[in-house]
């Protein structure tokens, strides 16, 4: 009689608790892939079959059409390469410059740390716009250089406050102070201990900066000429001259439809070939992810 009122005031026993939230989880789980997955079985299917709801498990009409215009393209390759190296470039100076900013920001006797944090949050909410920040990049000469591609934007304000707060969580007072009584400098303190020891919000950083590099096309279609476009750039000129050849064969009987169709079935493809590299490099960080986000979040 005990064992059964307790059961009735503890409430749900931890059975049928974890097979709530597994299959809450589950639903969460397709809900957010089922999208991705729904683009990628249309990127294998008859465009005409996936407009009229045939598609949704498996694909319908099997073909690899739209893979084949998209890889036809001579731009592709030289669009991959140019956006690993503008990902790996950017992603080292970009991660370099939130630890320069962060460490001293988590620092507690720094002169004018408050104001300095101040003017680095205001830059979260108010900048110059496109046509000041173009006028700076020309006239510093880095225009159509790789240098333009993360100079105007080096610093992320957000990662960096993310990153300040996992060192003052995560990085004793006490230790940087014995450091500093064994004649350790600021540059020998970060560089021995704070980095070692930041390794989870580090591949946070990592990870954040490399999506963001992966995926940026605008600044490219701003700086960069046709033969420095990352990939998503050149994705984006194959898809534009596709609809616009469908377009000027409106007037063309059955022209403007099978037109219309590769153009269709080209956007699938282009999606999936603009994403795959980062879904496949995700779940080899994904427990460094989860630890250094919630290592560096506010703590109350």
Same mark, same amino acid.
């Given at each position: 009689?005990?064992?059964?009122?307790?059961?009735?005031?503890?409430?749900?026993?931890?059975?049928?608790?974890?097979?709530?939230?597994?299959? +809450?989880? =589950?639903?969460? =789980?397709?809900?957010?892939?089922?999208?991705?997955? !729904?683009?990628?079985?249309?990127?294998?299917?008859?465009?005409?079959? *996936? !407009?009229?709801?045939?598609?949704?498990?498996?694909?319908?009409?099997?073909?690899?059409?739209?893979?084949?215009?998209?890889?036809?393209?001579?731009?592709?390759?030289?669009?991959?390469?140019?956006?690993?190296?503008?990902?790996? +470039?950017?992603?080292?100076?970009?991660?370099?410059?939130?630890?320069?900013?962060?460490?001293?920001? /988590?620092?507690?006797?720094?002169?004018?740390?408050?104001?300095?944090?101040?003017?680095?949050?205001?830059?979260?909410?108010?900048?110059?716009?496109?046509?000041?920040?173009?006028?700076?990049?020309?006239?510093?000469?880095?225009?159509?250089?790789?240098?333009?591609?993360?100079?105007?934007?080096? *610093?992320?304000?957000? &990662?960096?406050?993310?990153?300040?707060? $996992?060192? @003052?969580?995560? /990085?004793?007072?006490? =230790?940087? @102070?014995?450091?500093?009584?064994?004649?350790?400098?600021?540059?020998?303190?970060?560089?021995?201990?704070?980095?070692?020891?930041?390794?989870?919000?580090? /591949?946070?950083?990592?990870?954040?900066?490399?999506?963001?590099?992966? &995926?940026?096309?605008?600044?490219?279609?701003?700086?960069?000429?046709?033969?420095?476009?990352?990939?998503?750039?050149?994705?984006?000129?194959?898809?534009?001259?596709?609809?616009?050849?469908?377009?000027?064969?409106?007037?063309?009987?059955?022209? !403007?439809? @099978?037109?219309?169709?590769?153009?269709?079935?080209?956007?699938?493809? /282009?999606?999936?070939?603009?994403?795959?590299?980062?879904?496949?490099? $995700?779940?080899?960080?994904?427990?460094?992810?989860?630890?250094? =986000?919630?290592?560096?979040? +506010?703590?109350?």
């Amino acid at each position: 009689m005990s064992g059964k009122k307790q059961g009735e005031l503890g409430g749900l026993s931890d059975r049928t608790s974890d097979i709530i939230l597994i299959i +809450v989880s =589950l639903i969460i =789980l397709l809900i957010v892939a089922y999208p991705l997955y !729904y683009v990628l079985v249309a990127s294998f299917s008859d465009p005409y079959d *996936v !407009y009229a709801g045939k598609t949704f498990i498996l694909p319908s009409k099997f073909t690899l059409e739209g893979y084949k215009s998209v890889f036809a393209e001579p731009n592709i390759v030289r669009g991959y390469a140019n956006s690993i190296l503008y990902t790996v +470039v950017g992603t080292i100076f970009s991660v370099a410059m939130i630890y320069l900013v962060a460490y001293p920001l /988590s620092v507690s006797d720094l002169p004018g740390k408050k104001i300095i944090s101040i003017f680095f949050i205001i830059t979260m909410y108010f900048g110059g716009g496109l046509i000041p920040t173009y006028l700076i990049v020309q006239k510093t000469g880095i225009m159509q250089t790789i240098w333009a591609m993360f100079l105007p934007g080096g *610093v992320a304000v957000s &990662n960096a406050i993310i990153t300040r707060n $996992y060192f @003052e969580s995560s /990085s004793p007072g006490s =230790l940087k @102070e014995a450091a500093s009584i064994d004649g350790a400098s600021h540059f020998r303190i970060f560089f021995s201990m704070i980095i070692p020891l930041s390794l989870p919000i580090l /591949s946070v950083m990592v990870i954040f900066s490399m999506v963001a590099y992966w &995926n940026d096309w605008f600044t490219a279609l701003i700086y960069m000429t046709n033969e420095q476009a990352p990939l998503p750039l050149v994705l984006r000129n194959i898809l534009i001259k596709s609809s616009a050849s469908a377009a000027q064969t409106s007037m063309i009987s059955g022209g !403007y439809a @099978e037109l219309n169709k590769m153009t269709e079935m080209i956007k699938f493809a /282009s999606i999936i070939v603009a994403a795959a590299p980062m879904l496949i490099a $995700y779940p080899f960080v994904q427990k460094y992810f989860e630890k250094g =986000l919630m290592a560096g979040a +506010v703590k109350g």
